[in-house]
């Protein structure tokens, strides 16, 4: 059975940074792609960066390019979403997602397996 646990989530003041770790368990992701999602109170959740287990290849929203930096470690299973230059509006629960298959994808009704998400205030 597929696990995602999300860590990190904090108070940071704008212009800080965090880092949100994804432990994946259950079996071998090399097919897969991993996401982070966020969700603001009243607003839908939404994509924010895709990683390609294999190979490392990135994909992200426009508001977090050049701020923010999605990267995997495969020895440890782990996703990472390096966050930088935060900003008040970056406040959310994050969430990390998983899929398999092809493609790049943004919706989040196409991915699989979710994590319980993680808290991350950004105080002005």
């Known amino acids: 059975q597929v696990q995602l646990v999300e860590s990190g989530g904090g108070l940071v003041q704008a212009g800080g940074s965090l880092r949100l770790s994804c432990a994946a368990s259950g079996r071998t992701f090399s097919n897969y792609f991993m996401a982070w999602f966020r969700q603001a109170p009243g607003k839908e959740r939404e994509f924010v960066a895709a990683i390609r287990w294999s190979g490392g290849s990135t994909y992200y929203t426009d508001s977090v390019k050049g701020r923010f930096t999605i990267s995997r470690d495969n020895t440890k299973n782990t996703v990472y979403l390096q966050m930088n230059s935060l900003k008040p509006e970056d406040t959310a629960v994050y969430y990390c997602?998983?899929?398999?298959?092809?493609?790049?994808?943004?919706?989040?009704?196409?991915?699989?397996?979710w994590g319980q998400g993680t808290q991350v205030t950004v105080s002005s």
């Open positions: 997602a998983a899929r398999a298959g092809l493609g790049w994808r943004t919706g989040r009704d196409e991915y699989d397996y």
